[in-house]
């Protein structure tokens, strides 16, 4: 059965639940204290305003004025909202008095009830926040009385047509399976080593995207960044080969590299990958086609030196927004996020390239995360939506045996590039070759590669030299004895 949706308010905690939550059910947000969930709360209950329909809190554990402020401070228009505060005053102690919410004869009778009753056939609310259902454990004679109590509060509410989010803290000692078994979905906010992360882990009547989900708590709200599952995203895209502009080392390649295509340029520091996929950029800006170039380990000022210092006129190719080049501070990003800021790219700005420039620092940036997941998932997206991927990979190695990669991500890449450094007659040189290409022939030798003012030169196969790969060339004696 297909149902309409109902926005969370928060764009990819929607996308996670394939276009929001199902109307007049109930849905538990669980977790610690200062975790977000009152903060959802609130977006939940703005999206309704500004649809143009009735909004409730039921306020039963911080103080509604409290909640108002910290609203308020977010950018929440709580004027817009109907709050019924149940919490305790200041009299409950001064005073002394009993606070009862629930008893286990005719609730509906009870002042306190009456006042829920009351407010919401009032106000016949589309949506209402309950912070925190928990509250009502402390004050119910035993746990099938609390049960029985919820079921007929969560069942009351949805007769009256709204939708149900509520809150619930749960602890070693207080778990709250019970309210997890009476909601129809349970969202589960976390907060490890300063990281958040959502969960949903029921959803009835619905499928949802499953794991954990980065989200954070800005000025302005909450924002969920959705784990990137490739499988997702499709766009229909021309199977081409892609230039350099370099005639020498498109012939290596056998024409270029392929559109929609993972190309891994790799090897030690210094001997020009960066270079080269840059001048891969600098073809594609010269067909009119956008990249995005990801720095993690040099500010942009210092990519903008180097590029022009060889040639390549990335200033005006950022001035004429044909490339766009971002640097990504280590530790800034975790992997839902830094895939969300590419996803921006190539989805708003219709990126045809992205270049992470490198590995290494991507690696540092996920902060400990499963490396070649995170980075197999977006290869996988890019490639699907028809995103030439370009990975910068340094090998800690200048000469001796060679090794294409060290983190085990060989597979993931339809082309290897290798650059090397030679010991050629008492001086430093470098070379360029193919060693893996998936969709078209490439040219087995290898030829010198040199980095000038000028720009980059390849020279012709060095098809007289052995010992390459060991950083140690000889000649080839090629008569017979």
């Given amino acids: 059965m297909q149902h309409d949706r109902l926005s969370t308010g928060v764009p990819g905690l929607d996308e996670i639940l394939y276009g929001g939550l199902i109307p007049q059910q109930a849905y538990l947000v669980r977790g610690g204290p200062g975790v977000g969930k009152t903060t959802l709360g609130l977006e939940f209950l703005s999206a309704g305003v500004a649809q143009g ?232 800006a010269e067909r009119g086609e956008r990249s995005v170039l990801y720095a993690f380990e040099e500010q942009v000022s210092m990519v903008l030196h180097r590029a022009e210092a060889i040639s390549i006129p990335v200033r005006g190719m950022v001035q004429r927004e044909t490339l ?52 197999h998932a977006l290869c996988k997206y890019l490639q699907n939506v028809g995103v030439t991927v370009i990975l910068i990979n340094e090998t800690e190695g200048i000469t001796g045996d060679f090794r294409a990669t060290e983190i085990g991500i060989s597979y993931l890449a339809d082309n290897i590039v290798f650059l090397r450094y030679l010991e050629m007659q008492g001086e430093m040189r470098k070379a360029i070759g193919v060693l893996k290409k998936r969709l078209s022939n490439f040219e087995r030798t290898l030829r010198e590669l040199d980095i000038t003012s000028d720009g980059i030169q390849v020279g012709q196969p060095l098809s007289q030299l052995r010992g390459i790969l060991r950083g140690e060339p000889e000649q080839v004696n090629n008569q017979c004895d």
Avoid: W
Wanted: proline fraction near 5%.
């Fill in 324 to 375: 766009s080049i971002v640097a990504v501070e280590p530790l800034q990003f975790s992997p839902d996020e830094f895939a969300n800021l590419v996803r921006q790219e190539v989805e708003q700005k219709q990126a045809r390239i992205v270049m992470l420039d490198s590995i290494a620092g991507y690696r540092l940036s996920v902060r400990g995360a499963d490396l070649v997941s995170h980075l």
């Fill in 53 to 284: 329909e009735n909004s409730l809190f039921i306020v039963l554990g911080e103080a509604e004025s409290q909640v108002r402020t910290n609203g308020n401070r977010l950018g929440f228009n709580t004027e817009a909202i109907t709050f019924l505060d149940l919490s305790p005053s200041s009299d409950f102690f001064t005073e002394v008095e009993t606070y009862d919410i629930f008893s286990p004869a005719e609730v509906e009778r009870e002042p306190t009830t009456q006042k829920i009753v009351e407010q919401v056939k009032q106000l016949q609310p589309k949506r209402v926040f309950i912070d925190a259902m928990t509250q009502f454990r402390y004050l119910a004679t035993d746990v099938f009385q609390f049960r029985k109590q919820v079921l007929s509060f969560l069942r009351f509410l949805l007769e009256q047509g709204a939708t149900v989010l509520f809150a619930s803290e749960s602890s070693p000692t207080m778990p709250d399976d019970d309210l997890q078994f009476m909601s129809d979905g349970v969202i589960e906010l976390q907060q490890t080593n300063g990281t958040r992360c959502l969960m949903v882990v029921k959803f009835r009547g619905s499928g949802f995207r499953a794991g954990a989900h980065t989200f954070r708590l800005l000025a302005t709200g909450m924002e969920v960044f959705p784990r990137l599952q490739p499988e997702a995203y499709e766009r229909d895209f021309k199977m081409e080969a892609i230039p350099s502009g370099v005639p020498e080392l498109d012939a290596l390649l056998d024409g270029g590299i392929e559109r929609g295509t993972v190309t891994i340029f790799t090897g030690p520091t210094g001997v020009g990958k960066t270079t080269i996929g840059v001048q891969f950029i600098k073809a594609a």
